[in-house]
């Protein structure tokens, strides 16, 4: 049993607790114990797993803190413990694991700042956070904004601490994240602006930034051209921009015109305004038209 390589207990309708037993099984390479009733805390001796590099324990009833002793586990490339009740904060330790290209800790009730050893983890392709109660009610001292140290993550491809009360703005250093395809940071208390910086993520395909207290132009150009849905914006009372068919100030045109060439945002204004002009006047044109056609026809009219 010790020489196990690999345990597979998911959607098994099992209950009970993780008992300390399981650091015995110091071969075990893959362990997913998904879609269970497990519940209690995971005991420290899990970290005797040396060579685990999966780990699945999602969907189950496990609170507590997530234990420490994960650090010890340096071949470890993949840990979901989304869906459970985990509290207390993100152990600062994740950020040894050399090899941790997933880590899923979304749906739970961990608290505190997102630490910033997780700018180690320099294979992260996946960091789920959403939905817990990352929240500025922490320490002084401590902060619980958007850490800079996110934007080290190169290879990251899927950032997502929607639902949480993180405040603060938006870093700068995100445009660091080159291959990032999707980015949410919806439902929390996020201000400022959003930085022109993101147009020049060229894989980005998802900005969500909803239900925040963003303020200011939202960027055009490049990318940032391809993300329109209005739902990515809504509910951030201060945000302007093509995007959301809301003008800036700063783009009212003056009465004499603008230069040629003077900006590429103002000359997107004015092709968005004079595409929507031009569908109005034909729309009424239509109308027009089809009205002076039933008046001619009405001569013809047999009785």
Known sequence: MTSLRFLYLNDGHFNGVLTPKVGKLQYLESLDLRNNSLSGNIPEEIGNL??????????????GGIPSSIANMMDLEVVN??????????????????????VVLHNNQLM???????QNLSKLKVLHLQNNKLTEEIPIGI???????????????????SNNNISGHIPVSSSNL???????????KISSSIPKSLAKLGELAILDVSNNKLTGKIPVGEQMNTI?????????????GM?????CPEDILPSEGIEIGEDD????????????IGILVGFFLSILIMGYSLDFLQLFKIW
């Open 112 to 118: 505190g700042p997102i630490p910033s050893s997780i």
């Open 50 to 63: 040396t060579k685990l590099r999966e780990l699945y324990l999602a969907d189950n009833k496990f609170s």
């Open 178 to 188: 080159k291959g990032i395809e999707s980015l949410d940071l919806s439902h929390s």
């Open 143 to 161: 902060s619980s904004e958007i850490p800079e140290s996110l934007g080290n993550l190169k290879s990251l491809k899927e950032l997502n601490i």
């Open 265 to 276: 945002e103002k000359l997107s204004w004015i092709f968005w305004v004079g595409s929507w």
């Open 228 to 240: 329109n849905e209005l739902k990515y914006f809504a509910n951030n009372n201060g945000l302007c």
């Open 243 to 247: 995007q959301i068919m809301i003008q």
């Open 81 to 102: 413990l989304s869906d459970n009740s985990f509290s207390k904060q993100i152990p600062t330790r994740i950020g040894r694991l050399p090899n941790m290209t997933t």
